[in-house]
């Protein structure tokens, strides 16, 4: 909310509620944006969200809102609250509709007592009617011709010419219709709400030495908390006391419980499942990984898709159109063949009614908003409706190696001494080197070190070349260890160690040699673990006709090893960022359609050029959020595939969607001319045809994962 009651630009969000016509939407946003006082406005439909920047209050913006739709604005923090009430106390319509289908069997039944007939069918028009009537009476000066005006002109143009009962019975099902839609778009959006619903709304503190349970929102960067077994993780933080295992489903997707112990990272809204610990708060309630994540599912189920570009630009030409051929349908056949007006004009009002572009304005935004959702419950963060389309449509894949198709967690695998030297006294040496280096391959010594007891001390006068190695001094001896090409230079290589270095770049494996000034002492091989899931997820790939690379800066001989093992199509090492980023420009010129996987922090540049940029191990990585247009929240590669398929699925929905609709449309103006088409038709098959579309959406919601 605002920070000051006079700041002429502060910013504010509400939820919507009663918002379920996407097409109104639009035309609120547009209203909002021509309100002084109002500097920006941004209208979610997906998410029933209205963010306000500028210097106007609540009761006047509520006001500025109900000239156009009959909608309530709530402050955003009260939304979670008001979103979980049930149906049948969130939703009045279905009262109204109930009022209005009791007064039209009423009135049908009374056939034999006119007036009285006349009374209650009036009476269900009115019930079920008036809303749009309102909308539709204000709309028509503007010359805004949406669905409310089309409605409105017909149930008024059906009394004109005496059809009541035709009248009565659109009311009803124009009110059935609005009803099922709300019903319909709040489903959709329980993606966004079953991820609000995670995380608990308040702690266990530590404050002053006792225990106290306290408001997320009171919760400051540095408290710290218990979390006892069978609660579920407040905040972002770091375990500090106790061991146990966690469910990481609500932020990876992951329904396997991964143990975690002092110094792990936890995040809100993950399942204790077992002991109690205590964990210091990292981020507060708005910062935390899970908040992160909701804000880009809204704002994703908010952008819009190339196939919903396409239809609200169908939609213009559209609807005018379909009023200028009722107008002609109206007065042609009587003024120039002589027809009868009541005929001509009872299917003019059947047309403008089955021509509500409501199933095609909804046929998009409700598969994206299903989609997405589904996506996210899986632990795929997709970023908006076109990446959701392009991931659908891939034809080639990059991957990056390190940290993608491997763990980024490089192994020492071997220690091969060359003279006399133990693997104790070797190691000792090299962990003496590498403990001042930062370098992964240096860390990977230090830990084998480390597992094995081997007491070592850095070394003196230490010194890094890059792109070589480092030297250093131990026990008043000069040593070094770095590349197998350091030794050429040095003029320390033969024969039968260029082959034993190269058998085991073969297997894959990084060789370092370690030697003194006068000759090698040892070689020290180190792999970097290929991901248990990426020869399985490169196999559905592939099954799936999608071409796969991948692209590494490591020798070729290890390249050759790891795409082996994990089934690439064809692989590219020694590469220099820059010529990632031309590897993926020359697969996006020969496939079209490229997605380019990595971590999300290194090979930015190729993740951008590519039609779609996809990030590894989202969970706790900021940079992965901001930068990718899609994140694999957890480090599972087999929700690549599942991503791909959801996306080629939502494309199918989307084009069924569309076809359905305009096929509907066609199918009805064709029935006008022969005479064939009744008010009560015509909405059924405008209502028919918005629940059909919604209800073939929302089937998305259910697509699961491996």
């Known amino acids: 909310m605002a920070t000051h009651p006079h700041a002429q630009h502060h910013y504010r969000q509400y939820h919507l509620k009663g ?59 009260t939304a979670a609250a008001t979103v979980r009430q049930p149906f049948m106390q969130a939703n009045w319509t279905l009262l109204r509709t109930a ?27 009115l019930i079920g009617g008036y809303p749009v009537a309102l909308k539709g009476l204000r709309n028509l000066p503007r010359l805004n011709f949406d669905m409310n005006v089309l409605m409105t002109i017909a149930i008024t143009g059906a009394l004109l010419i005496g059809e009541w009962k035709e009248a009565a019975v659109v009311a009803f099902l124009f009110a059935v219709s609005e009803m099922l839609e709300s019903y319909s778009m709040e489903k959709a959006r329980q993606s966004i709400r079953s991820l609000m619903e995670l995380s608990p709304r308040e702690a266990t503190v530590i404050r002053n030495g006792r225990e ?3 408001p997320v929102e009171e919760v400051n960067v540095g408290d710290i908390l218990i ?11 770091i375990i500090l006391e106790g061991a146990t295992s966690v469910n990481e489903a609500a932020i990876t997707g992951e329904s396997m419980p991964v143990e975690k112990e002092p110094g792990d ?38 952008e819009r898709a190339p196939s919903q570009a396409f239809v609200d630009r169908f939609a213009k030409v559209y609807t005018p159109l379909i009023i ?14 002589g027809g009868n007006w009541n005929h001509w004009v009872y299917e003019a009002l059947a047309l403008l009614v089955v021509a509500c572009p409501c199933a095609l304005v909804i046929s998009t935004p409700v598969a994206i908003v299903s989609a997405i959702g589904a996506a996210a419950r899986n632990g795929v963060l997709i970023k908006g409706g076109v990446y959701l389309e392009e991931i659908g449509r891939l034809k080639a894949i ?59 001390a850095a070394a003196q006068s230490f010194y890094a070349l890059p792109g070589k190695g480092a030297e250093g001094e131990i026990d008043g001896i000069r040593y070094w260890i770095g590349k197998p090409r350091w030794a050429e230079e040095k003029g320390l290589s033969t024969e039968a160690l260029t082959m034993q270095i190269s058998a085991l770049q073969k297997q894959g494996k990084t060789v370092m040699l370690l030697g003194s000034e006068k000759e090698i002492l040892g070689l020290i091989a180190v792999a970097d673990p290929v991901r248990p899931q990426s020869h399985a997820a490169i196999h559905q790939l592939k099954q799936n006709g999608i071409k796969t690379r991948m692209l590494t800066g490591d020798n070729r001989n290890t390249a050759a090893a790891i795409a082996q093992q994990v089934g690439a199509d064809d692989y590219e090492a020694e590469l220099l960022p820059e010529e990632k980023l031309q590897q993926v420009r020359h697969l996006h010129q020969r496939y079209g359609t490229v997605a380019m996987v990595g971590d999300g922090i290194n090979d930015a540049p190729a993740l951008a050029a590519a039609t779609v940029g996809i990030a590894m191990g989202g969970a706790g990585t900021d940079t992965a959020l901001e930068t990718a247009d899609v994140v694999l929240m957890g480090d599972d590669l087999l929700k690549l595939p599942f991503a791909i398929r959801l996306g080629r699925r939502a494309v199918r929905v989307i084009r069924q969607n569309i076809a359905f609709a305009l096929g509907t449309k066609l199918l009805a103006v064709l029935l006008v001319f022969p005479g064939w088409l009744t008010l009560w038709i015509a909405i059924l098959a405008d209502m028919g045809a918005t629940i059909l579309v919604t209800l073939n959406g929302m089937r998305l919601f259910r697509t699961r994962g491996m």
């Open 19 to 77: 918002l379920t016509c996407a097409d109104c939407a639009a035309k609120l946003e547009r209203h909002l944006r021509a309100v002084p006082g109002i500097s920006a406005v941004e209208l979610n439909f997906a998410a029933a969200k209205l963010s306000i920047t500028g210097d106007i209050s609540d009761q006047r913006l509520q006001k500025e809102i109900r000239k156009i739709e009959d909608v309530t604005i709530l402050p955003a923090e």
């Open 265 to 302: 990272t936890v995040y809100a809204g993950t399942l204790n499942q077992q002991g109690a610990f205590h964990m210091r708060a990292t981020k507060r309630a708005e910062d935390t990984t899970l908040a992160r994540i909701i804000q880009l599912v809204e704002k994703a189920q908010g």
């Open 398 to 456: 990059a991957f990056d190696k390190t940290g993608t198709l491997t763990t980024g967690k490089p192994e020492v695998t071997d220690i091969l001494p060359a003279g006399r030297q133990k693997e104790e006294e070797l190691l000792r040496l090299a962990a003496s080197l590498e403990a001042r280096s930062e370098h992964p391959l240096a860390r990977a010594v230090i830990q084998r070190a480390d597992e094995r007891e081997v007491p070592y």
């Open 227 to 237: 979390v006892k077994p069978g609660e579920k993780i407040s905040l972002d933080g």
């Open 212 to 214: 106290a349970r306290v």
């Open 99 to 125: 009022l209005s289908l009791a007064a039209l069997l009423l009135g049908l039944s009374l056939g034999a007592y006119e007036p009285l007939q006349k009374i209650f069918l009036l009476s269900s028009i």
């Open 324 to 337: 200028f051929l009722a107008v002609g349908i109206a007065l042609i056949p009587p003024l120039l063949f």
